[in-house]
């Protein structure tokens, strides 16, 4: 590939989908989204929605989603049904699988090698700008790039890597149901906390993964909340359950 040997790897629910400032037509697209636009109604995104949001250069799968294999696949672990924000297991297995998947979409196309750029982003965010060329700079030394750190791990919107490093990131799927496991038994090797932060974080560190904070991507976000949210507390609703 030449000197602009990039992707972007876009996942999960679409929500309100903030709008996006650059061409996303000049970029290579692997999306890997739910049909239904929200998890708690069945709005479901046109097809003209999608080739307004991405324009050309994308590769789109908006399947149909199914909360109930989220929940069986819980219900295998036998682990508390939160965590102590309230949030569910369900939900993070449902947010590690929209990861994996996506970046495997990327996978299958051999038209990209080991030093391709991964932005790995939200589906339901607007990408005000990015940074290729400091992106490249900062991947000479490190492995992977976050917007910052925080008290609970590392924010956890978008992650910028080179292609040589995308099994850390298709691993989580299953590597989070060890952490679970092993959180509920006191095991090692388990994260500080069941948070998404704290998992990610966890995770590249076991994977003897170099990661830097510089914001090198710019977006617009806001937080659409549902019955499933750990903001509800003791009146969260189970994803899945009938």
Sequence with gaps: MGNDNFAFCIYGFLRDMKPHRVNMSDVDKFVY??????????????????????GKKSCINAYEYDAKFFNDEFKKLNVSQFNFCYQQPQRILSFFKHIR??????????????????????????I???????????????????????????????????????????????????????????????????TPESILYFHFNINNKKVIDCPVMQVDWRHVCNKYC?????KTKILGES
């Design 33 to 54: 989204v739910p049909k239904r636009r929200y998890e708690d109604n069945d709005v479901e995104v046109t097809s003209t929605e999608l080739e307004h949001r991405f």
């Design 230 to 234: 750990g903001h509800n507390k003791g």
């Design 101 to 126: 998947d996506s970046l495997l979409m990327l996978e299958e196309d051999d038209r990209f090698d080991d030093d391709t750029i991964i932005f790995l982003f939200r589906s339901d965010m607007g």
């Design 128 to 194: 005000k700008e990015y940074d290729l060329q400091k992106s490249k700079e900062l991947l000479r030394e490190n492995d992977i790039i976050v917007e910052k750190f925080t008290g609970n791990g590392l924010r956890d919107f978008w992650f910028v890597f080179k292609k040589k490093n995308i099994s850390v990131f298709t691993s989580l799927y299953e590597s989070y149901k060890t952490y679970l496991l092993n959180m509920e038994n006191n095991k090692s090797p388990k994260p500080r906390r069941g």
